[in-house]
């Protein structure tokens, strides 16, 4: 299915960018539906979000992902904004629409529940409770992701309590807000951990969180790709437990974005994935 009139056009908006593995998906998915197109980084700063955005339509853009910084800035230039991405509070990706409308989505929750789905297929939201580390925009994707499916029991624990009080009480039922210092005391009884923070990012500290009260049937899963596995991954795998890293998030968010820019829903092949994985 190839469009030689045109060059078909995307990309992904941070700053900095050049280290995302967006390029590499959407590209493989050009190649592999014989598009004639490119998805390129594009590097902007905090304060040009509103002028590159308004470049997409006289650009060919057809669209464009968003990271750090700019999810939640960039909500202010869309002409509209999908009802999931109101509730989180951020949007992941711009489709850019036949008249030069912006329309914003946020696919990072999809992405999120499908990578679990892949990895551990008979899974549930409500097997038990789920304590998320963090309470920023990862936090949010994956905390309302987990509710909508199911889960009855949502912990959410952060360095300053203020932002995981304001998210619980934001959303309500089912997720409430633990202190810091009763972090271990919270992995209990939980059937699953989540890490949305950057904390074991490549260049950053460990998450400060042991895992020695956790039960061993837990699921432990990470958001951070880089590297493959954290060092919260490798304690929990060390121990027992199953670990999932955030490659599958990412893999999986961009599906739906490829879809609404280009009208293919492309899969997460094995090829893919390996891809990927070599670069990381």
């Given at each position: 299915?190839?469009?030689?009139?045109?060059t078909?056009?995307?990309g992904?908006?941070?700053?900095?960018?050049m280290?995302?593995?967006?390029?590499?998906l959407?590209?493989?998915?050009?190649?592999?539906?014989e598009l004639?197109?490119a998805?390129l980084?594009?590097?902007?700063?905090?304060?040009?979000?509103?002028?590159?955005?308004?470049?997409l339509?006289?650009?060919?853009?057809?669209?464009?992902?968003?990271?750090?910084?700019?999810?939640e800035t960039a909500?202010?230039?869309?002409?509209?904004?999908?009802?999931?991405?109101?509730?989180?509070?951020?949007?992941?990706?711009?489709?850019?629409?036949?008249?030069?409308?912006?329309?914003?989505?946020?696919?990072d929750?999809?992405?999120?529940i499908?990578?679990i789905?892949?990895?551990?297929?008979?899974?549930r939201?409500?097997?038990?409770?789920?304590?998320?580390?963090?309470?920023g925009?990862?936090?949010?994707?994956v905390?309302?992701?987990?509710?909508?499916?199911?889960?009855?029991?949502?912990?959410?624990?952060?360095?300053?309590?203020?932002?995981?009080?304001?998210l619980a009480?934001?959303?309500?039922?089912p997720?409430?807000?633990?202190?810091?210092?009763?972090?271990?005391?919270?992995?209990?009884?939980?059937?699953?951990?989540?890490?949305?923070?950057?904390?074991g990012?490549v260049?950053?500290?460990?998450?400060?969180?042991?895992?020695?009260?956790?039960?061993?049937h837990a699921?432990?899963s990470?958001?951070?790709?880089?590297?493959?596995?954290?060092p919260?991954l490798?304690?929990?795998r060390?121990r027992?437990?199953r670990?999932?890293?955030?490659?599958?998030?990412?893999?999986?968010?961009?599906?739906?974005?490829?879809?609404?820019?280009?009208?293919?829903?492309?899969?997460?092949?094995?090829?893919?994935?390996?891809?990927?994985?070599a670069t990381?």
């Amino acid at each position: 299915m190839a469009h030689p009139e045109r060059t078909l056009l995307a990309g992904v908006m941070g700053w900095p960018v050049m280290h995302s593995r967006s390029p590499m998906l959407h590209n493989y998915w050009f190649k592999k539906h014989e598009l004639v197109g490119a998805y390129l980084p594009l590097a902007i700063e905090p304060d040009g979000i509103g002028p590159a955005l308004r470049a997409l339509k006289p650009l060919g853009f057809a669209g464009c992902n968003l990271t750090i910084p700019h999810k939640e800035t960039a909500m202010a230039f869309m002409d509209e904004i999908d009802k999931t991405a109101k509730r989180i509070g951020a949007i992941s990706c711009v489709v850019v629409r036949k008249d030069g409308s912006l329309k914003g989505s946020n696919n990072d929750g999809y992405g999120y529940i499908e990578s679990i789905l892949e990895e551990v297929p008979g899974w549930r939201a409500d097997a038990g409770p789920i304590v998320i580390m963090g309470a920023g925009g990862g936090a949010r994707a994956v905390s309302l992701s987990l509710a909508d499916r199911g889960a009855k029991d949502i912990r959410i624990i952060n360095r300053s309590p203020a932002r995981a009080e304001s998210l619980a009480r934001e959303f309500g039922s089912p997720m409430k807000a633990v202190a810091w210092e009763d972090r271990q005391m919270a992995l209990e009884d939980a059937a699953m951990v989540v890490n949305t923070t950057s904390q074991g990012m490549v260049g950053q500290t460990p998450l400060d969180l042991s895992l020695a009260k956790l039960p061993k049937h837990a699921l432990v899963s990470d958001i951070v790709y880089i590297p493959k596995e954290t060092p919260l991954l490798r304690d929990a795998r060390e121990r027992g437990n199953r670990t999932i890293n955030g490659l599958g998030m990412l893999l999986h968010q961009g599906r739906p974005a490829f879809r609404d820019w280009f009208g293919i829903l492309p899969d997460v092949t094995s090829d893919l994935r390996a891809m990927m994985e070599a670069t990381i």
